[in-house]
Structure formats: structure tokens, C-alpha cells
């Protein structure tokens, strides 16, 4: 008896573990959409993040329309195997009461620049 209730404790156990350690290690992609409408608007909203042969990126967007107005907001970042990255957030809506907009964004040459603390690490030789 106390050898079938091992046997059952442990067969519980290793099913999550066994499909929880094979969606880690093949998260190469991940995607995701959501669409809405209805009698008040309509919203979509997506995220797609990728891995490939040292890039990486992720991608959000979600907009919105109803009867008071409209609105869109973005994010994207972006990073390669050469060190070098970007980053941007826009935003933008549009209602009764006016419109307007909204940007973020940065981005560094890791193939050429260093920031401020890797240069001053490697200038004390750290």
C-alpha cells in the first residue's frame, strides 16, 4: 500500500513538472491577440515577443474606439546580438475635447558606444 501511494504521489507531481520545464525551454515565440466590439466601441489588443539567433523583441498595441473618441498606445523594444537596442512608446487619442500625442524612445550602438557605467568599470579595470 505505501508503495502505490508513492508511486500515485509521485506520478501527481511529475506531470506539472514535466509540462511546466518543456514550455520553459521552447519559449522561442509567444503571441497573444484579444478583439472586442460591442454597442458602445470596439478595442483590439496584441503582444508578439521573439527570439532569434541573438535578437530579441516584444511588440504591445492595444487601440480603442467608442463614442467619446479614440485611442492607440504602442510599445516595441528590440535587442541584438551586436549589443545594440532600441526602445519606443507612442501614444495618440483623439475625443470631443481635442487630441493629442505622446513618444518615448531611446536607443544605444553596443557595437561602438559604452554607456557610462561600462566604460567607467572598464576605465578602473573592473
Do not use: C, K
Not at 29 to 39: K, L
Not at 57 to 78: I, L, M, V
Not at 100 to 108: I, L, Q
Amino acid at each position: 500500500m505505501r508503495t502505490i501511494r508513492r508511486t500515485l504521489a509521485a506520478s501527481a507531481l511529475a506531470v506539472p513538472l514535466t509540462l511546466g520545464a518543456a514550455g520553459i525551454a521552447s519559449a522561442d515565440s509567444y503571441g497573444s491577440t484579444q478583439v472586442q466590439a460591442g454597442p458602445d466601441g470596439a478595442a483590439t489588443h496584441s503582444v508578439q515577443a521573439d527570439t532569434h539567433r541573438g535578437s530579441s523583441s516584444f511588440h504591445e498595441n492595444s487601440t480603442a474606439a467608442g463614442p467619446d473618441g479614440a485611442a492607440t498606445d504602442s510599445t516595441s523594444a528590440t535587442a541584438d546580438r551586436d549589443g545594440d537596442s532600441q526602445y519606443r512608446q507612442h501614444s495618440g487619442w483623439a475625443g470631443q475635447d481635442g487630441a493629442g500625442s505622446d513618444e518615448t524612445h531611446s536607443s544605444t550602438d553596443g557595437g561602438h558606444d559604452q554607456g557610462v557605467l561600462s566604460g567607467t568599470l572598464g576605465a578602473i579595470g573592473l
